[in-house]
Protein backbone atom coordinates (compact mmCIF):
# COMPACT_ATOMS: atom_id res chain seq x y z
CA UNK A 1 0.00 0.00 0.00
CA UNK A 2 3.30 2.32 0.86
CA UNK A 3 3.81 1.68 -2.50
CA UNK A 4 1.24 2.75 -4.13
CA UNK A 5 0.84 5.57 -1.98
CA UNK A 6 3.94 6.78 -2.89
CA UNK A 7 3.63 6.21 -6.69
CA UNK A 8 0.42 8.27 -6.99
CA UNK A 9 2.32 11.33 -4.26
CA UNK A 10 5.33 11.24 -6.79
CA UNK A 11 2.67 11.76 -10.04
CA UNK A 12 1.34 14.41 -7.60
CA UNK A 13 3.98 15.92 -6.75
CA UNK A 14 5.44 16.34 -10.55
CA UNK A 15 2.09 18.24 -11.20
CA UNK A 16 2.50 20.62 -8.31
CA UNK A 17 6.07 21.55 -9.44
CA UNK A 18 5.62 22.96 -12.50
CA UNK A 19 2.82 24.85 -11.23
CA UNK A 20 5.03 26.23 -8.65
CA UNK A 21 7.51 26.78 -11.57
CA UNK A 22 4.81 28.80 -13.49
CA UNK A 23 3.53 30.51 -10.86
CA UNK A 24 6.94 32.11 -9.47
CA UNK A 25 8.13 32.27 -12.78
CA UNK A 26 11.30 29.83 -12.37
CA UNK A 27 11.69 29.08 -16.50
CA UNK A 28 13.84 27.49 -18.74
CA UNK A 29 14.09 29.82 -21.39
CA UNK A 30 15.04 28.94 -25.07
CA UNK A 31 18.10 30.04 -26.14
CA UNK A 32 21.05 28.91 -28.57
CA UNK A 33 22.04 25.89 -26.59
CA UNK A 34 18.70 24.54 -25.90
CA UNK A 35 16.51 22.24 -28.13
CA UNK A 36 12.95 23.71 -26.75
CA UNK A 37 11.01 26.78 -28.01
CA UNK A 38 9.22 27.78 -26.06
CA UNK A 39 9.70 28.67 -21.72
CA UNK A 40 9.07 25.25 -19.41
CA UNK A 41 9.15 25.42 -15.56
CA UNK A 42 12.50 23.67 -14.49
CA UNK A 43 11.10 23.19 -10.93
CA UNK A 44 10.33 19.40 -11.90
CA UNK A 45 13.58 18.52 -9.06
CA UNK A 46 11.29 19.95 -6.14
CA UNK A 47 8.93 16.99 -6.70
CA UNK A 48 11.65 14.21 -6.90
CA UNK A 49 13.12 15.50 -3.74
CA UNK A 50 9.63 15.99 -1.31
CA UNK A 51 8.84 12.15 -2.97
CA UNK A 52 12.18 11.30 -1.48
CA UNK A 53 11.35 12.94 1.63
CA UNK A 54 7.88 11.18 1.37
CA UNK A 55 9.23 8.13 1.21
CA UNK A 56 11.92 8.03 4.14
CA UNK A 57 8.96 8.85 6.25
CA UNK A 58 6.80 5.67 4.72
CA UNK A 59 9.64 3.52 5.33
CA UNK A 60 11.84 4.84 7.64
CA UNK A 61 11.72 2.20 9.90
CA UNK A 62 13.87 -0.11 7.10
CA UNK A 63 15.87 2.37 5.43
CA UNK A 64 19.73 2.01 5.20
CA UNK A 65 20.83 6.31 5.48
CA UNK A 66 22.27 8.05 8.29
CA UNK A 67 21.53 11.64 8.71
CA UNK A 68 24.88 12.84 7.54
CA UNK A 69 24.00 11.02 4.19
CA UNK A 70 20.44 12.77 4.49
CA UNK A 71 22.07 16.46 5.29
CA UNK A 72 24.67 15.53 2.39
CA UNK A 73 21.46 14.91 -0.35
CA UNK A 74 19.68 17.81 0.94
CA UNK A 75 22.07 20.66 1.05
CA UNK A 76 22.92 19.61 -2.77
CA UNK A 77 18.97 19.43 -3.94
CA UNK A 78 18.96 23.04 -2.77
CA UNK A 79 22.49 24.23 -4.39
CA UNK A 80 20.57 23.29 -7.47
CA UNK A 81 17.51 24.56 -6.23
CA UNK A 82 18.56 28.07 -5.63
CA UNK A 83 20.60 27.60 -8.95
CA UNK A 84 17.63 27.28 -10.95
CA UNK A 85 16.42 30.10 -8.70
CA UNK A 86 19.34 32.92 -9.73
CA UNK A 87 21.96 30.90 -11.44
CA UNK A 88 25.03 30.10 -9.33
CA UNK A 89 28.12 30.35 -11.40
CA UNK A 90 29.27 26.69 -12.71
CA UNK A 91 32.69 27.34 -10.79
CA UNK A 92 31.22 27.91 -7.07
CA UNK A 93 28.59 25.09 -7.99
CA UNK A 94 31.71 23.29 -8.07
CA UNK A 95 33.37 24.61 -5.30
CA UNK A 96 30.31 23.70 -3.01
CA UNK A 97 30.01 20.31 -4.35
CA UNK A 98 33.64 19.59 -3.59
CA UNK A 99 33.82 20.50 0.21
CA UNK A 100 30.53 18.97 1.16
CA UNK A 101 31.71 15.66 -0.79
CA UNK A 102 35.01 15.74 1.48
CA UNK A 103 32.81 16.63 4.93
CA UNK A 104 30.44 13.46 3.98
CA UNK A 105 33.68 11.14 2.96
CA UNK A 106 35.60 12.59 6.22
CA UNK A 107 32.20 11.13 8.01
CA UNK A 108 31.92 7.94 6.25
CA UNK A 109 35.45 6.48 5.01
CA UNK A 110 35.24 4.13 2.60
CA UNK A 111 37.22 0.72 2.36
CA UNK A 112 38.17 0.59 -1.52
CA UNK A 113 41.59 2.13 -0.64
CA UNK A 114 43.80 0.99 1.92
CA UNK A 115 45.02 4.49 2.38
CA UNK A 116 42.19 7.19 4.16
CA UNK A 117 43.49 9.76 2.04
CA UNK A 118 43.56 8.15 -1.14
CA UNK A 119 39.92 6.79 0.01
CA UNK A 120 38.74 10.64 0.41
CA UNK A 121 39.99 11.73 -2.65
CA UNK A 122 38.21 8.80 -4.65
CA UNK A 123 35.08 9.40 -2.83
CA UNK A 124 35.04 13.36 -3.77
CA UNK A 125 35.90 12.20 -7.11
CA UNK A 126 33.60 9.17 -7.78
CA UNK A 127 30.56 12.07 -5.78
CA UNK A 128 31.27 15.22 -7.79
CA UNK A 129 31.56 12.88 -11.07
CA UNK A 130 28.44 11.60 -10.65
CA UNK A 131 26.50 14.62 -9.33
CA UNK A 132 27.69 16.95 -13.12
CA UNK A 133 27.18 13.64 -14.60
CA UNK A 134 23.78 13.57 -14.51
CA UNK A 135 23.92 17.18 -14.56
CA UNK A 136 24.95 17.06 -18.66
CA UNK A 137 22.46 14.60 -19.78
CA UNK A 138 19.41 16.92 -19.39
CA UNK A 139 19.57 17.99 -22.37
CA UNK A 140 16.49 15.83 -23.45
CA UNK A 141 12.77 15.10 -22.60
CA UNK A 142 13.35 12.45 -20.42
CA UNK A 143 16.71 11.67 -20.74
CA UNK A 144 17.82 12.43 -17.60
CA UNK A 145 14.83 10.92 -15.65
CA UNK A 146 15.00 8.00 -16.99
CA UNK A 147 18.53 7.45 -17.12
CA UNK A 148 18.18 8.04 -13.50
CA UNK A 149 15.23 5.58 -13.42
CA UNK A 150 16.97 2.80 -14.52
CA UNK A 151 20.10 3.59 -12.64
CA UNK A 152 18.09 3.57 -9.07
CA UNK A 153 16.28 0.12 -10.45
CA UNK A 154 19.93 -2.02 -10.67
CA UNK A 155 21.29 -0.17 -7.38
CA UNK A 156 18.01 -1.82 -5.61
CA UNK A 157 20.10 -4.96 -6.15
CA UNK A 158 21.87 -3.30 -2.92
CA UNK A 159 19.17 -0.68 -1.13
CA UNK A 160 15.98 -2.21 -2.03
CA UNK A 161 13.54 0.44 -0.42
CA UNK A 162 15.99 3.31 -0.68
CA UNK A 163 17.04 2.99 -4.19
CA UNK A 164 13.12 1.61 -5.06
CA UNK A 165 11.70 5.08 -3.64
CA UNK A 166 14.30 7.53 -5.86
CA UNK A 167 13.34 4.95 -8.59
CA UNK A 168 9.54 5.88 -8.10
CA UNK A 169 9.91 9.78 -7.38
CA UNK A 170 11.98 9.51 -11.50
CA UNK A 171 9.07 7.62 -12.65
CA UNK A 172 6.29 10.01 -11.41
CA UNK A 173 8.11 13.23 -12.54
CA UNK A 174 8.77 11.20 -16.12
CA UNK A 175 4.95 11.53 -16.76
CA UNK A 176 5.44 15.00 -16.93
CA UNK A 177 9.17 15.01 -18.49
CA UNK A 178 8.89 12.50 -21.01
CA UNK A 179 8.33 14.37 -24.64
CA UNK A 180 6.54 17.13 -25.15
CA UNK A 181 7.67 17.79 -21.58
CA UNK A 182 5.61 20.03 -19.00
CA UNK A 183 8.24 20.38 -16.68
CA UNK A 184 12.24 20.07 -16.12
CA UNK A 185 13.65 18.70 -13.23
CA UNK A 186 16.35 22.05 -13.62
CA UNK A 187 19.68 22.33 -11.75
CA UNK A 188 18.07 20.78 -8.12
CA UNK A 189 16.83 17.26 -9.39
CA UNK A 190 19.90 16.86 -11.66
CA UNK A 191 22.27 17.30 -8.94
CA UNK A 192 20.18 15.62 -5.87
CA UNK A 193 20.00 12.30 -8.58
CA UNK A 194 23.52 12.18 -9.23
CA UNK A 195 24.44 12.71 -5.54
CA UNK A 196 22.06 10.06 -4.68
CA UNK A 197 23.49 7.86 -7.78
CA UNK A 198 27.66 8.55 -6.13
CA UNK A 199 26.46 8.11 -2.84
CA UNK A 200 24.54 4.68 -3.20
CA UNK A 201 27.50 3.33 -5.72
CA UNK A 202 30.62 4.36 -3.09
CA UNK A 203 28.47 2.44 -0.30
CA UNK A 204 28.07 -0.16 -2.18
CA UNK A 205 31.63 -0.60 -3.25
CA UNK A 206 32.40 -0.23 0.10
CA UNK A 207 30.40 -3.07 0.98
CA UNK A 208 31.94 -4.95 -1.70
CA UNK A 209 35.31 -2.94 -2.08
CA UNK A 210 36.70 -5.12 -5.23
CA UNK A 211 36.91 -3.52 -9.04
CA UNK A 212 34.21 -5.81 -10.18
CA UNK A 213 31.93 -4.19 -8.61
CA UNK A 214 33.09 -0.97 -9.78
CA UNK A 215 33.10 -2.22 -12.94
CA UNK A 216 29.93 -3.11 -12.51
CA UNK A 217 28.94 0.38 -10.74
CA UNK A 218 30.44 2.19 -14.12
CA UNK A 219 28.15 -0.25 -16.75
CA UNK A 220 24.85 0.66 -14.77
CA UNK A 221 25.59 4.82 -14.88
CA UNK A 222 27.26 4.26 -18.34
CA UNK A 223 25.12 7.05 -20.30
CA UNK A 224 26.39 10.03 -17.93
CA UNK A 225 29.75 8.41 -17.49
CA UNK A 226 29.75 8.03 -21.01
CA UNK A 227 28.80 11.17 -22.47
CA UNK A 228 31.01 12.43 -19.62
CA UNK A 229 34.30 11.19 -21.27
CA UNK A 230 32.97 12.55 -24.73
CA UNK A 231 32.22 15.36 -23.60
CA UNK A 232 35.53 16.38 -21.88
CA UNK A 233 37.78 14.87 -24.78
CA UNK A 234 35.86 17.06 -27.25
CA UNK A 235 35.95 20.04 -25.13
CA UNK A 236 39.57 19.77 -24.65
CA UNK A 237 40.09 18.92 -28.56
CA UNK A 238 38.45 21.89 -29.59
CA UNK A 239 39.84 24.20 -26.47
CA UNK A 240 36.85 24.76 -25.19
CA UNK A 241 35.70 25.36 -21.27
CA UNK A 242 34.87 22.11 -19.60
CA UNK A 243 32.07 24.04 -18.11
CA UNK A 244 30.27 25.75 -20.78
CA UNK A 245 26.82 24.33 -21.89
CA UNK A 246 26.51 23.50 -25.40
CA UNK A 247 24.60 20.95 -28.19
CA UNK A 248 27.61 18.56 -28.98
CA UNK A 249 26.62 16.14 -26.65
CA UNK A 250 26.14 12.53 -27.91
CA UNK A 251 22.62 12.50 -27.32
CA UNK A 252 22.00 15.50 -29.30
CA UNK A 253 24.32 13.95 -32.21
CA UNK A 254 22.21 10.79 -31.97
CA UNK A 255 19.04 12.77 -32.41
CA UNK A 256 20.45 14.41 -35.45
CA UNK A 257 21.22 11.18 -36.84
CA UNK A 258 17.95 9.70 -35.95
CA UNK A 259 15.60 12.45 -36.72
CA UNK A 260 13.28 11.22 -34.35
CA UNK A 261 12.70 12.91 -30.36
CA UNK A 262 11.05 9.32 -28.62
CA UNK A 263 12.81 6.88 -30.41
CA UNK A 264 16.48 8.31 -29.47
CA UNK A 265 15.63 8.72 -26.19
CA UNK A 266 14.27 5.43 -25.82
CA UNK A 267 16.93 3.72 -27.86
CA UNK A 268 19.55 5.24 -24.86
CA UNK A 269 17.54 3.74 -22.51
CA UNK A 270 17.97 0.30 -24.35
CA UNK A 271 21.75 1.83 -24.12
CA UNK A 272 21.83 1.81 -20.25
CA UNK A 273 19.40 -1.26 -19.72
CA UNK A 274 21.94 -3.43 -21.94
CA UNK A 275 25.41 -2.26 -20.39
CA UNK A 276 23.52 -2.25 -16.79
CA UNK A 277 23.15 -6.05 -17.55
CA UNK A 278 25.99 -6.51 -18.72
CA UNK A 279 27.44 -5.13 -15.63
CA UNK A 280 25.88 -7.45 -13.58
CA UNK A 281 27.68 -10.77 -15.34
CA UNK A 282 31.37 -8.51 -14.89
CA UNK A 283 30.64 -8.33 -11.33
CA UNK A 284 30.61 -12.00 -10.44
CA UNK A 285 34.18 -12.36 -12.63
CA UNK A 286 37.59 -12.37 -11.28
CA UNK A 287 39.38 -8.89 -11.02
CA UNK A 288 41.38 -8.88 -13.20
CA UNK A 289 38.56 -10.63 -16.29
CA UNK A 290 36.54 -7.91 -15.45
CA UNK A 291 39.01 -4.94 -15.78
CA UNK A 292 40.19 -6.40 -18.71
CA UNK A 293 36.57 -6.74 -20.82
CA UNK A 294 35.57 -3.79 -19.16
CA UNK A 295 38.27 -1.61 -20.26
CA UNK A 296 38.19 -3.22 -23.89
CA UNK A 297 33.82 -2.15 -24.23
CA UNK A 298 34.88 0.78 -22.91
CA UNK A 299 37.65 1.54 -25.83
CA UNK A 300 35.19 0.04 -28.68
CA UNK A 301 32.66 2.93 -26.98
CA UNK A 302 34.99 5.53 -27.60
CA UNK A 303 36.00 3.95 -30.55
CA UNK A 304 32.47 3.90 -31.97
CA UNK A 305 31.83 7.74 -30.90
CA UNK A 306 35.09 9.08 -32.72
CA UNK A 307 33.45 7.39 -35.84
CA UNK A 308 30.20 8.74 -35.21
CA UNK A 309 31.21 12.21 -34.87
CA UNK A 310 30.42 12.37 -31.09
CA UNK A 311 34.04 14.42 -30.43
CA UNK A 312 33.46 16.85 -33.10
CA UNK A 313 31.85 20.20 -32.62
Same mark, same amino acid.
Given at each position: ???????? !???????? !?????????????????????????????????? #? +????????????? =?? $??? +?? +??? =???? =?? $???? *?? #??????? +?????? /????? &???????? =???????? *?? #???????????????????????????? !??????????????????????????????????????? #?????? $??? /????????????? !????? *??????????? &??????????????????????????????????????????????????????????????????????????????????????
Amino acid at each position: MEWVILFF !SSIILGGF !SGYIGKKLSILDNPNNVKIHSFPIPRTGGVGIFL #S +FILGIYLFKSTLD =IS $FME +FF +FLS =IIFL =IG $FIDD *LI #SILPKIK +FFLEIV /LSILL &SMFNPGKF =IPFSLLNI *LF #SVFYLVGSINALNEIDGMDGLAGGIAFI !SCLFLSYWFKELSLIVAIACLGFLIWNFYPAKVFMGDGG #SLFLGA $FIG /LMSLKALNMNPSF !STLIF *LIFLYIVPIYD &SALTIIRRIINKKSIFKPDLGHFYNKLYNLMKNYVFTVILIYIFAITFGVLGFFLKDLPGFSSITIGLIIWFLLIFIGYKLGFMKE
